[in-house]
């Protein structure tokens, strides 16, 4: 049982170059969500999606797309990288209900834009 | 906003003493979870306490939850070198968990 796997695991990108960030979770859970991690700011919440054909927006969005066709993938577009994106992003999952919150984490990608 | 607030930001202890963090919130909820990270990685789970509940231990980990003040803490009792990670509290109604900044708790041997 792999979880919830990333990848890739490092990356670095030119400004204005578009990438996406794959994630994918083999427990059948509804909730799948991506954060990113900067020094000092802890965890911030950009999209999230609560079924696939389901994604909303989190604490900040701008500059990201993501689309849920399946259960099992939650991918993270970049558009046009910018310097201000550089940062450690997280996928996570969770089954849902009020008996299932646990949320899984992935190992990160670490994401430098030059 | 659901997020926590911990606090303290950073923690310093030595093997063998307990830790406490604590946890702020604005919002109700329907539950308050607490995660770890070490350096680098993804979170990782600990425990869930739910708006019902106003004590909850798991191993080393005692958990608290008063609703009427918003707030939580957790402890670790007997901190061992292995301890030393940033800790983080999910306050949440719904079942995505956001995060404050958490707390870095680094336990000498």
């Known amino acids: 049982n792999a979880g919830v796997t990333q990848t890739p695991k490092f990356q670095v990108l030119k400004t204005g170059q578009s990438m996406t960030l794959q994630c994918a979770q083999d427990m059948n859970h509804e909730y799948m969500s991506w954060y990113r991690q900067d020094p000092g700011m802890g965890l911030r919440l950009i999209h999230y999606s609560v079924g696939a054909g389901i994604t909303d927006q989190g604490e900040v969005p701008n500059g990201y797309n993501v689309s849920r066709s399946t259960t099992e993938d939650f991918p993270l577009r970049l558009l046009s990288a910018a310097p201000s994106q550089t940062s450690v992003y997280f996928c996570?999952?969770?089954?849902?209900?009020?008996?299932?919150?646990?949320?899984?984490f992935g190992q990160g990608t670490r994401l430098t834009v030059v | 906003s659901q997020q926590g607030e911990e606090d303290p930001q950073a923690l310093s202890i030595q093997e063998g003493e307990n830790a406490t963090m604590n946890c702020s919130y604005k919002t109700s909820i329907n539950n308050l979870q607490w995660y770890r990270q070490n350096s680098g990685r993804g979170l990782v789970h600990l425990i869930l306490?739910?708006?019902?509940?106003r004590e909850k231990h798991s191993g080393r980990l005692r958990v608290t939850l008063d609703t009427s003040k918003k707030s939580s803490s957790l402890l670790i009792t007997a901190s061992r070198a292995a301890d030393t990670a940033s800790y983080f509290c999910a306050p949440s109604r719904s079942y995505i968990p956001t995060f404050g900044r958490g707390t870095s708790l680094i336990v000498h041997p």
């Open positions: 306490i739910r708006s019902n509940e």
């Open positions: 996570a999952s969770s089954q849902g209900g009020l008996m299932n919150t646990e949320a899984f």
